[in-house]
């Protein structure tokens, strides 16, 4: 598994290694980064992925679940490691069962609210907010993991994630960071912001699925929660529960909504079990125990 200092890849890989043996490839070039991913039962190992250093690295692995992503600045950083070394890794890892590539639904041309499938146009989603090489290096990364799923035989997903989270961690977990001190909370002067937020459990629970359906050419599947939620919604209904009403500064320098269609996801893995507001009060309850108040409702 890659990606193993990251917000996603961290807590998914330490569920993973209560039942599994997990390899972790990671830089581990801050402190104390590899003794936590050892404590959590996986094993370690230092990796490169945008020069292909896979030195130590297993080659006899039965799975590969590539989550690391690089927000570099340029364009040549990025396209190194999140494209090139996606291939990389596949080649070294060619006798695997399955390879799991985990995208972003960060891929897809915004149109407002708009809820994306698989089949619609690509583009530069995330550059408004100042992550210039993302997008479009993800996409560069799906299309080196297609090929070379083609020309190694094996079997592949890419699936598109749209906003994981955890009861302790994501994109959520900063929202309500800001909520609860009393800071702003920017959102699309296109609102509202809407996207398919999916919960730790049902990513973890998915993994299996996301494996069984891999294939020769590469399967693609949106990977979300089946509700769709603004985030001036989550962020009035965490509010609640810390007794902080939000304040909502609508601007164009932030990622637009990227609501998504989940009918083929529901095809091939099923529906995620945890709702969102189940999900979000347990971030709320995990992260800010002393201040959660009665249940809210949203009508």
Known sequence: MTGLTGSVGFPVAKRLAEANEVWGLARYGNPGSRERVEAAGVHPVTADLSTGDFTGVPADVDYVLHFAVVHAPDFDTAL????????????????????????????????????????????DNHRPAGLVTYSISKIAAEAVVRTTGKLLDVPVTIARLNVPYGDTWGWPRMHLDWVAAG????????????YNPIHEDDILAMIPKLLDVASVPATLVNWAGTETVSIEDWCN????????????VATDATIP????????????????????????????????????????SLG
């Open 80 to 123: 190194a490691t999140n494209a090139e070394g996606s291939g990389l890794l596949m080649a070294h890892c060619k006798s695997a069962r399955a390879f799991l590539h985990c995208s972003t639904t960060g891929v897809y041309q915004p149109q407002g609210s708009h809820p994306f499938a698989e089949t619609d146009p690509l583009g």
């Open 257 to 296: 909504s990227v609501a998504v269609d989940v009918t083929r996801m529901r095809e091939l893995i099923g529906e995620p079990a945890v709702g969102w507001k189940d999900g979000f009060r347990r971030l709320v309850e995990s992260s800010y125990p002393d201040r959660v108040k009665a249940s809210p």
């Open 237 to 248: 209904y965490m509010g609640q529960m810390v007794g902080v009403e939000p304040r909502f």
């Open 183 to 194: 800071q702003d909370v920017y959102v699309h002067s296109d609102g509202p912001t809407v």
